[in-house]
């Protein structure tokens, strides 16, 4: 009996170790910058919606790069997504109340996918969003894509603010057939 128990032991160890390093082959991260400009105003507690330029994905390039394709891909969501400020070098993000961020791609709905709220006053240079978790891979796998961010601040500034979105995704795909 104890023979049977470690045999299954062991073969349950084995099974878990190579699901994790598949898992660990299968999943890569794509990261994309954009930016877009709050401009100075007196006007506060009215959202302001900002679009990005579009991004270019390079999704087949990058998918070749990570041994896969896009008809390979099982799922792309965002991990992480930052906002900094570029200018001014002195700036801070204790103006912003809320804020937003929406993907849109060609022939696609738009959807939210990051967004901060009830922002505190603590001269931050960078605030990290809080994902929403849908499902991105029809916008990823297009050529381009374009963020709108939408604002609401508390207080006015004097001066236009750029600001770097620095976005991180997770891509779960199948590699060479895996």
Do not use: W
């Amino acid at each position: 009996m104890n023979k049977y128990f470690y045999v299954l032991a062991l073969l349950l160890i084995t099974i878990t170790t190579s699901c994790d390093e598949l898992d660990r082959l299968t999943v890569f991260e794509l990261g994309y910058e954009s930016e877009f400009t709050i401009a100075s105003s007196t006007i506060i507690d009215v959202p302001i919606s900002i679009e990005t330029p579009p991004v270019p994905t390079n999704s087949e390039s990058e998918f070749e790069n990570n041994n896969t394709s896009s008809s390979l891909i099982e799922s792309i969501q965002l991990k992480r997504l930052n906002l900094i400020i570029e200018n001014p070098t002195d700036g801070n993000f204790n103006f912003l109340r809320e804020v937003r961020l929406f993907i849109d791609a060609e022939g696609l709905e738009e959807q939210e996918i990051a967004f901060a709220e009830n922002i505190e006053n603590q001269d931050l240079k960078v605030i990290e969003l809080e994902t929403t978790g849908v499902e991105l891979k029809d916008f990823l796998k297009e050529d381009s894509f374009t963020l709108r961010a939408s604002t609401t601040t508390d207080e006015t500034i004097n001066e236009n603010h750029d600001i770097k979105v620095d976005c991180v995704f997770r891509v779960d795909a199948n590699i060479l057939g895996l």
